[in-house]
């Protein structure tokens, strides 16, 4: 749940400061990345499209998948409880039995 709650946060934090990324080539012939070109002629700065590459469906479907094991997982502590109280409910009763039994 941790994992997911993070990559979440990721997702939503990069598209919150995702901006129009630029390519342009300085006067020595070296090629750039930024988002803020300085010093140079507008008109040679490329901007590049960059999709978006978050799948809603895919994390709806991990978002299920984990929300199931949970559940899971829940109903198992649950049973386990359930089997260690009946284990030892039975051992108090042999203790007891124990007790009152003559020799």
Do not use: C
């Not at 129009?20 to 901007?47: C, F, M, N, R």
């Amino acid at each position: 749940m941790k994992l997911l709650l993070l990559v979440a946060m990721l997702v939503v934090s990069s598209q919150a400061t995702a901006g129009d990324i630029k390519k342009w080539v300085d006067s020595e012939g070296l090629t750039h990345y930024g988002d803020k070109p300085a010093g140079i002629d507008q008109s040679d700065v490329e901007t590049l499209n960059i999709e978006d590459t978050f799948d809603q469906q895919a994390y709806d479907e991990a978002t299920e998948r984990n929300d199931a094991r949970e559940q899971r997982l829940k109903e198992s502590d649950k049973e386990n409880e359930k089997a260690e109280k009946e284990s030892a409910k039975a051992e108090d009763e042999r203790k007891e039995k124990l007790k009152t039994r003559r020799y």
